[in-house]
């Protein structure tokens, strides 16, 4: 490309309007598996259509296939047939319920994160010449504080963690955190209390949890709501359909749309700071995690 035809790139309408309309990005984590993450991530993408927003969920958990479970769909590739050169991204996207789209990363994230940056720098290329279509991706990361997990998460823009009571999912909701602040201080981080019996449970949990946050890492975390234990859940993500629209009126789909207006309210970064998806994952991937944030 000349020297004119490079510099222009930057002032041409087009690559005005795609830098713009960069999507904004919202990670789902927790630390321990089996929490309510992909349930979370499914019902909070669906919301988020159903405000108008243009949704991207990414299924970027390395345990096969959650996000595509839960949704009933049947993906005909994921992203290693991308890395690899047999397909493109837009080829892997696949249309889920209401019009959201869905990548299935899944397993792939790890050839991802290991890739070479040529890899890396060519996804996030590809993905700049449709990001555009996006107001907002939603990562579902997958348990644990490898590096697959904290590079979508510190690349985010907002961060939900998830906790139930259980002292296991405690100790390791807290430990992301931990390693979220002291990578990334500004880092807005939004708690969910799921699985909890009572509203009352919730919110004591959010408490003691901002209260540690404080004492410990001199930050502050944010309430998303709780969600109750409720067997409408367990029923939807039987019947493979997300509960928002299966039981739309119940109180976990109640729950889910009072934390999705929560998220919304967050103040967002400014969308020419934000970042792209897979620039947030090279930029980050190479962060490691000591033993001292176990
Ligand atoms: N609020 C809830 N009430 C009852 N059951 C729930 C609730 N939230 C999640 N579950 C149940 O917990 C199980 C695990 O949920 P989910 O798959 O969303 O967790 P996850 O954190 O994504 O797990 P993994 O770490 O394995 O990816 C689901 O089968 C679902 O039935
Ligand atoms: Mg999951």
Known sequence: MSETGSSSRFFTLANLRKETNRPEIFAITSGKGGVGKTNISVNLALLLRRL??????????????NVDLMLGLRPSGNLADVISGEKTLEDIIVKGPTG????????????????????LKKLEESFLGFEHNYDIVVVDTGAGIGRNVTSFSLGADKVVVVVTPDPASIADAYGVIKILLQKAPDLAIMLVTNMVHSEDEGENLFKKMDLMVQRFLQSKILFGGAILRDENVQDAVRRQTPVVLEYPNSRPSNALKLMTRNLLKLPSKDATERTGLFQGVREHRHITVGKDND
């Not at 108008?52 to 296939?65: R, S």
């Not at 299935?104 to 050839?111: C, G, K, M």
């Open 52 to 65: 108008k927003k243009n949704v991207l969920l990414v299924d970027a958990d390395i345990h096969l296939g």
């Open 100 to 119: 959201i789209d869905v990548l299935p990363a899944s397993s792939a994230v790890l050839d991802m994160i290991d890739a070479e940056e040529d890899v």
